[in-house]
């Protein structure tokens, strides 16, 4: 063989083992499928997007950076969180000295399974664009919690920074007298991303032109208040946020004058099965907010699992929604004072729906409200940040078989040894677990939770107010990290090259 022949294909092996270059192997013809299983690789880039946090003055916010170690994972990497410019700003193209020291980042990322916090005062935070490659990218997750005193949407606003897509479903926003709801629309890329708002009320669609073809310049965030999209008072609202052109990160602020606020994050995609997991047990109100998006009514049956089992709350045994139109049911103190999740299932043919609750704490002038969305299972793993020493509630709900999750608690910002607990979920239950806590916690830290065998896990993470005089709460969801994607099994053909 000819000298450069054997340069050419030591080149091209060369190249195969540095790019990762492959081709599929074409079938043998034999009939019989003998390739291996899709490989589950880490990824090598997360984004994430953070939503201006408030227009209070008297705020006060902590953000909370983790990445959870993952077995595969390059051992290089790093993130960023670079702040959004406003609209207005993303017009102007040069900013002066004091718009750049007002933007520089409030938290940088670390190596994973190491949390970093940091935090910001007054209503000039702003959004947030951050990106993760390499090790820090599988599972990253950014907690961003808001305290504010007193004023419209008081108490404790929590919200897990949120992956850009193409279209959210937002049940539960209102337009009502006492409620003051934005929907705010972050666009990480450098093109511009068009997107259209529509408003679906008790009698449907709500009109409205303001909200057709609204244009998100590069990264940039800007809010819209939804009374101005349409003039018509609405209890429950449905927001649908569906993009054009682009991608973009999107989350409903709800502020109420009475019951304090919170985020509402975008529901899980349109299901005629559906579960929203760990109501606070000491909820004293809860409303059930659905929508469903196609032609045909959906009629679903409500069931709370409870730490006992599967129950049906009395009177409200199922729900009748009318296609196009957003349904309100109160459910008052369904959890009775113990852990509960809401299972909804069809009674008859499956119409996706989508569904989120309003939940309220405490009484009288000290209420607060929050939301919990319909929820995807936590999968192979889901992280949550900003937890807290006494100040959080970890729930785990297996509406169908019984399965078995690891948790572990990373540790503290500031110092602590971390920590892992397994436990056994029954079948049709939701328990409030008593979640691992670092050993010599210092600040706050981010708890993981694993599937390890047995059927789909849900989980929600309830954190509390420092102010022991109000009810303050929020909850996030923690549906699967997507640190892990899957990449068809694959061999080496050099033949390529030479085609």
Not at 48 to 72: H, I, N, Q, R, W
Not at 116 to 125: E, L, P, S
Not at 307 to 317: R, V, Y
Not at 362 to 372: H, I, L, M
Request: glycine letters at 12%; hydrophobic letters at 35%.
């Amino acid at each position: 063989m000819k000298r450069t022949t054997l340069s050419l294909i030591a080149c091209a092996t060369a190249l195969a083992a540095v790019t990762g270059f492959a081709a599929v192997s074409a079938p043998d013809g034999s009939g019989t499928d003998t390739a291996a299983p899709a490989a589950r690789l880490p990824v090598e880039r997360t984004s994430l997007l953070c939503p201006a946090p408030s227009t209070s003055d008297l705020a006060e916010t902590a953000y909370t950076s983790f990445t959870p170690v993952t077995k595969g994972a390059d051992e290089k990497g790093d993130a960023e969180l670079a702040a959004a410019e406003t609209a207005e700003e993303g017009g102007k193209g040069e900013k002066d000295d004091k718009d750049e020291k007002k933007e520089k980042p409030v938290v940088q990322p670390k190596a994973p399974g190491t949390p970093v916090a940091g935090k910001t005062t007054g209503a000039d935070a702003p959004a947030l664009i951050g990106t993760a490659e390499g090790g820090t990218a599988p599972g990253w997750t950014v907690q961003q919690t808001t305290e504010v005193a007193a004023g419209t949407g008081r108490g404790l606003q929590g919200v897990n920074c949120t992956a850009p897509d193409t279209e959210f479903w937002f049940p539960g926003a209102s337009t009502a007298t006492g409620r003051t709801d934005y929907v705010h629309l972050t666009n990480p890329d450098d093109s511009a991303a068009v997107v259209d708002i529509e408003l679906y009320g008790k009698d449907g669609a709500l009109k409205s032109t303001v909200g057709e073809g609204v244009t998100v310049p590069p990264h940039t965030s800007e809010s819209l208040l939804l009374s101005t999209l349409s003039e018509v008072k609405e209890t429950d609202l449905t927001v649908h946020v569906g993009v054009r052109s682009g991608r973009l990160g999107a989350a409903v602020q709800a502020l109420d004058d009475k019951t304090g606020g919170d985020w509402l994050t975008a529901a899980a995609d349109p299901a005629s099965e559906l579960v929203l997991p760990g109501i606070p047990k000491d909820a004293t109100a809860v409303r059930l907010v659905l929508f469903t998006p196609g032609g045909t009514d959906a009629d679903l049956k409500v069931r709370l699992a409870s730490p006992s089992g599967l129950i049906t709350p009395a009177g409200h045994e199922t729900v009748h929604v009318k296609a196009g139109m957003t349904t309100g049911v109160e459910l008052g103190e369904v959890t009775r004072g113990e852990a509960g999740s809401l299972v909804l299932t069809p009674t008859d043919g499956a119409v996706p729906v989508v569904a989120a609750v309003r939940v309220v704490r405490g009484k009288g002038d000290e209420q607060e409200s929050a939301f919990v969305p319909a929820s995807d299972p936590v999968g192979a793993r889901a992280t949550v940040a900003d937890n807290r020493a006494k100040s959080t509630t970890l729930a785990l709900s297996a509406p169908g078989e019984a399965a078995q999750v690891k948790v572990t608690a990373s540790a503290g910002t500031e110092g602590g040894t971390p920590a892992t607990k397994t436990y056994t979920i029954k079948a049709g239950t939701t328990q409030n677990v008593d979640a691992p806590v670092p050993a010599g916690l210092k600040g706050s830290y981010a708890l993981t939770v694993e599937t390890v065998s047995g059927g789909p896990v849900h989980a929600s993470r309830t954190l509390t107010g420092s102010d022991d005089d109000m009810a303050a709460f929020t909850v996030q969801t923690l549906p699967d990290d997507r640190g892990m994607v899957s990449v068809p099994n694959a061999d080496e053909d050099l033949s390529v090259l030479q085609k």
